[in-house]
Nanobody, 123 residues
């Protein structure tokens, strides 16, 4: 599966953005999908994931209540709605996929990655 993330940009603190991850290739509905981010000088960290079946979700604590992950299997697209953005959310955001697995926060568990989209939150 090929992934392409887009929707990043520059936003003021407290603002909102919606990221999208478009997938092509094999059956999108059979992939557990995840969002990760990497800030300059830091390791890639887990943000959120949504399972391939029943749409179970998982979030890192720092984004709970602010970010919402969702998917539209008919459009082969995953989304990350980001509200009440903070400067510490600034990073390159990546989408990732793994075939038929439970939701996981471990980057190494994902087999396919998109190219990343920059999110910058100004204070």
């Amino acid at each position: 599966v090929q992934l392409q993330a887009f929707g990043g940009g520059l936003v003021q603190a407290g603002g909102s953005l919606r990221l999208s991850c478009a997938a092509s290739g094999r059956t999108f509905s059979e992939y557990t999908m995840g969002w990760f981010r990497q800030a300059p000088g830091k390791e890639r960290e887990f943000v959120a994931a949504i399972s391939w079946s029943r749409g179970m979700t998982l979030y890192t604590d720092s984004v709970k209540g602010r970010f919402t992950i969702s998917r539209d299997n008919a459009k082969n697209t995953m989304y990350l709605e980001m509200n009440t953005l903070k400067p510490e959310d600034t990073a390159v955001y990546y989408c990732a996929a793994r075939w038929r697995t439970t939701v996981t926060s471990t980057p190494g568990s994902y087999d396919y990655w998109g190219q990343g989209t920059q999110v910058t939150v100004s204070s």
